[in-house]
C-alpha cells in the first residue's frame, strides 16, 4: 500500500484502520471498542484496551529475546562521560526505581514531575512512572522556579524527581536551590523529593534536609512489575504555551499514543527494529518524549541521550561525531541546530572527519526551516532533510512524508502532506475552506486520530476555548498555512501569542504579563520578531507610566532580568524597547502584528482600524535610534 492508499483509508475507514494500526503493539487484552465518545462527547480510541506503556518499551523485547541489545546509548560531551544500557539493564533500573516510587507511597494515577538534565535517569524514572500507572510531568531543565511552582500547582504531584545539577556548554546549572525555591512558592507540600546525586568532579551542590537519594532508593527497592492501565490512562502531562499567560497541561493517552508511535516509527521515519535513531531534544519537549523515549523504544530502536549541543560541545562537528560512533540511521533535531552548525562551520570541514555511511535520514521540526539551511544540509551531508510539523498536543507528525517506502518527494519549504488519521483544511476567517495558495488557518476535521491530546488537565472548558470553539467540529492548531496544487503544506507561522525561538515553545503574553509587573510599566506588547539562528526571538515595546523616572538603560535590564527570572533564560528576552504609546485600533486593541512587521523591516499596510497614523512613523524612528545604539 502506498502513502495516498494509508491516507484514504485512515479517513473514509479509520475504525479498520486504526485497528490494524493497534494490532502493532502488544496489548494485555486488545480493545473492543476502537471509537468511542468520553463524558464530553469527545472521541476516545480503544477506550476498553489494557495496556503498559513501560511493557511496550523494555520487557517486550526481553520477551522477545532481544534483553542484550543496547537500548540507551548516553553521550555526554559536557561531562565526558558514555554509557550504554540493554533493554536487561534499562529494566532492572526502571523496575527498581518504580519498586522505590511504590514504596514512597505513589500508586496508579497518581502524578510526579519530573526535572531533570539530559541524564538516563530521567528516561528511566519516565518509564518508572510509566510501569505504575503515575502520570508523569517533565519540565524542561531550563525553566525558571515559578514555571515548575505553576506545573506543581495544577497537578500536584506526589514526588518530584530532580538531579543536583545540569550543564550548559561549560556552566554548571544547580537544580537544588532552584526546586527549593518551588517547593517554597507552591502552594502544596510535595510529599517526595528524589534526587540524583550526579558526584560531578566540582560537585558544590548542598542536598537540603528531607530529601531522598534516587540511588539509595534504587538500591534498596524491590523491582516492580508493569500495571495494566487503560487506553485513556493519562501517561503524560507536558504543558505547553498557549494563548493566555498560564501553559496548558497537554494530557497524553497511553494506547492511542502507542500506536500512533508505532505507526509513525515504521512509515514517517521508515526506520527498522534494531537501528539507532537519534531525536536530538531535550526531554522537557513534545520531541523528547515521543522521539528520544516512547517512539524509538516501541519499536526496539536503539535511543541515544546527548547531553550536549550542536556546537562548542565540543564543536560543531558533534552531531557528525554522534551519527558516525553509533551508526544513527535517522535523526531528528530542530533547524536552529543545523543553522547553528552552519554558522560555525560554513563549509562544512567538520563533517568530513566522520564515516556517515548508516546516515540515511534527517527530519526537521519545530520551527519553519529556511530554504538556505536545506540546501546547505544536502549539499554537505548529502541525505535527504525531511521536513515536518507537529505540535506538543498532536504527540507526532501532522504534516511530512512517509518515507517507509523510499516514494516520496520532498518540496523544499514545505512542511509535507497531511499524516494518515489527520484531515487538514485551511480555512478563512469565517471557516470556509480557502481554495491552493491562498492563506488562511489550518484546521484538523475531527476527531482527531490516536495518540493526539485527550485534552487539557482537568480543564475541559480550557480545551474546548482552545482548540474545538473556533470551527465547529474543526481542531484549530494556531497555525496559518497555504495548500498547494499537489496536497503539500506550507506553514506561515502561528496566528496567536505563542512564538518559537531556537526550537522551544514560548508565550508572548506571558512575557507580557511579566513585563507589566514591572512597577514603571504602564502598558507592553511582546512579539516575535526574526532573527537569523533563532528563528525568533522576543522583543518588548514599552510604554513607562507618567511621572517615571527611570533611565531607559535600566529599565531595560530589569525587565531583561525579571523575565530571566521568571521564565528562564530560554526566553531570551533582550530587548526591551521604550516608547511613547503602541499603535492600537480604534477600540483600543494593541496592533502587535504591526508592531512586529515594523521591527523586522518589512513592507506592512496600514490597518484599516488603526487609532491614529503617525505612531508609525514614531516606532520607526524610536526603532531606528534603539537598533544605532546596540
Ligand atoms: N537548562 C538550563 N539553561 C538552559 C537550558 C537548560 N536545559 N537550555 C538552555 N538554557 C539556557 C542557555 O544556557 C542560555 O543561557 P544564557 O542566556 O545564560 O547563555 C539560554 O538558556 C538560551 O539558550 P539557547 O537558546 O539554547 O541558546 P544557546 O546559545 O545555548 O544555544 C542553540 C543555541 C541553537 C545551539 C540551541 O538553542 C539548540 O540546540 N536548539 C535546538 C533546540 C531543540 O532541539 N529543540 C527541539 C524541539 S523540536
Ligand atoms: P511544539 O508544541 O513545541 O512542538 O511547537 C509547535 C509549533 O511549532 C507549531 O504550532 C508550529 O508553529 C511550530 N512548528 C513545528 N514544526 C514546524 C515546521 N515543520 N514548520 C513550521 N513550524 C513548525
Redesign the pocket.
Given at each position: 500500500m502506498n502513502a495516498d492508499d494509508l491516507f484514504k483509508q485512515s479517513i473514509e475507514n479509520k475504525e479498520q484502520f486504526w485497528k490494524e494500526q493497534a494490532q502493532e503493539i502488544s496489548w494485555f487484552e486488545f480493545p473492543n471498542q476502537i471509537i468511542s465518545k468520553d463524558e464530553n462527547n469527545y472521541t476516545q480510541w480503544f477506550a476498553d484496551g489494557k495496556l503498559n506503556m513501560s511493557y511496550l518499551c523494555i520487557d517486550k523485547h526481553i520477551e522477545d529475546g532481544f534483553g542484550e541489545e543496547i537500548a540507551i546509548i548516553y553521550d555526554s560531551p559536557v561531562t565526558n562521560q558514555k554509557k550504554k544500557y540493554t533493554f536487561n539493564q534499562a529494566k532492572e533500573e526502571i523496575s527498581k526505581l518504580a519498586g522505590g516510587l511504590i514504596s514512597l507511597g505513589l500508586k496508579n494515577s497518581d502524578t510526579a514531575v519530573i526535572y531533570m538534565?539530559m541524564i538516563p535517569q530521567t528516561l528511566f524514572a519516565m518509564l518508572a512512572c510509566a510501569r505504575i500507572g503515575v502520570i508523569h510531568n517533565v519540565v524542561?531543565?531550563?525553566f525558571a522556579p515559578h514555571e515548575l511552582v505553576v506545573r506543581i500547582d495544577d497537578c500536584k504531584p506526589k514526588a518530584l524527581i530532580t538531579a543536583t545539577a545540569?550543564i550548559?556548554?561549560a556552566?554548571r546549572?544547580p537544580y537544588l536551590p532552584l526546586v527549593e525555591k518551588a517547593i517554597e512558592l507552591a502552594q502544596d507540600k510535595v510529599e517526595n523529593i528524589i534526587v540524583f546525586n550526579r558526584k560531578l568532579a566540582d560537585n558544590q551542590d548542598e542536598m537540603f534536609e528531607g530529601i531522598i537519594d534516587y540511588e539509595e532508593l534504587v538500591s534498596k527497592s524491590e523491582p516492580s512489575d508493569c500495571v495494566s492501565v487503560e487506553s485513556n490512562h493519562p501517561l503524560y502531562l507536558l504543558y505547553t504555551s498557549g494563548t493566555t499567560g498560564k501553559p496548558k497541561g497537554i494530557t497524553r493517552d497511553t494506547g492511542g499514543y502507542a500506536t500512533a508511535l508505532k505507526f509513525s516509527m515504521k512509515y514517517i521515519y521508515g526506520i527498522e527494529q534494531g537501528e539507532a535513531f537519534w531525536a536530538?531534544?531535550?526531554f522537557?519537549?513534545a520531541?523528547g518524549h515521543s522521539y528520544s523515549v516512547y517512539g524509538p523504544l516501541i519499536n526496539r530502536n536503539t535511543t541515544i541521550i546527548f547531553e550536549g549541543?550542536?556546537?562548542m560541545t565540543p564543536d560543531a562537528g558533534t552531531f557528525w561525531r554522534i551519527i558516525s560512533e553509533y551508526k544513527v540511521s535517522a535523526m531528528f533535531?530542530?533547524p536552529?541546530?543545523i543553522?547553528?552548525i552552519k554558522k560555525e562551520d560554513p563549509n562544512g570541514e567538520l563533517i568530513k572527519k566522520y564515516d556517515l555511511r548508516h546516515f540515511k535520514k534527517q527530519f526537521l521540526?519545530?520551527e519553519r526551516c529556511d530554504v538556505a539551511t536545506l540546501d546547505w544540509f544536502e549539499k554537505h551531508i548529502g541525505v535527504p532533510a525531511i521536513d515536518h510539523w507537529w505540535q506538543t498536543e498532536s504527540g507526532s507528525p501532522m504534516l511530512g512524508l512517509m518515507t517507509f517506502n523510499d516514494d516520496y518527494k520532498i518540496k523544499r519549504a514545505a512542511a509535507g502532506k497531511p499524516i494518515p488519521g489527520y484531515d487538514i483544511k485551511i480555512f478563512d476567517e469565517n471557516g470556509y475552506e480557502l481554495d491552493e495558495h491562498k492563506e488562511g488557518y489550518l484546521v484538523i476535521k475531527l476527531p482527531l486520530p490516536p495518540g493526539a491530546l485527550l485534552g487539557v488537565w482537568n480543564d475541559y472548558e480550557r480545551f474546548e476555548k482552545s482548540y474545538l470553539s473556533q470551527y465547529k467540529g474543526y481542531y484549530f492548531s494556531g497555525d496559518g498555512a497555504i495548500k498547494d496544487e499537489d496536497g503539500y503544506i506550507f506553514i506561515t507561522g502561528r496566528v496567536d501569542d505563542v512564538i518559537n525561538?531556537?526550537?522551544?515553545r514560548l508565550s508572548t503574553s506571558e512575557m507580557e504579563e511579566i513585563v507589566s509587573s514591572h512597577p514603571a510599566v504602564a502598558e507592553c506588547a511582546v512579539v516575535g520578531i526574526d532573527d537569523d539562528?533563532?528563528g525568533q526571538v522576543p522583543f518588548a515595546t514599552v510604554v513607562l507610566k507618567n511621572g517615571s523616572e527611570i533611565s531607559e538603560e535600566n529599565i531595560e535590564k530589569e525587565i531583561i532580568l525579571k523575565v530571566r527570572e521568571k521564565i528562564?533564560?530560554?526566553a531570551?528576552l533582550k530587548s526591551v524597547m521604550i516608547v511613547k504609546r503602541l499603535p492600537k485600533t480604534r477600540s483600543g486593541k494593541i496592533l502587535r502584528k504591526l508592531i512586529r512587521t515594523i521591527i523586522d523591516g518589512k513592507e506592512f499596510q496600514i490597518p484599516s482600524t488603526i487609532d491614529d497614523e503617525k505612531i508609525i512613523d514614531e516606532i520607526q524612528e524610536k526603532f531606528k535610534t534603539y537598533k544605532d545604539k546596540k
Open positions: 538534565p524542561f531543565g531550563g545540569g550548559e556548554i556552566k546549572i536530538a531534544s531535550d522537557g519537549w520531541v549541543k550542536p556546537i533535531t530542530a536552529t541546530a543553522r547553528a521540526a519545530g525561538v531556537a526550537g522551544h539562528l533563532r528562564g533564560a530560554v531570551f
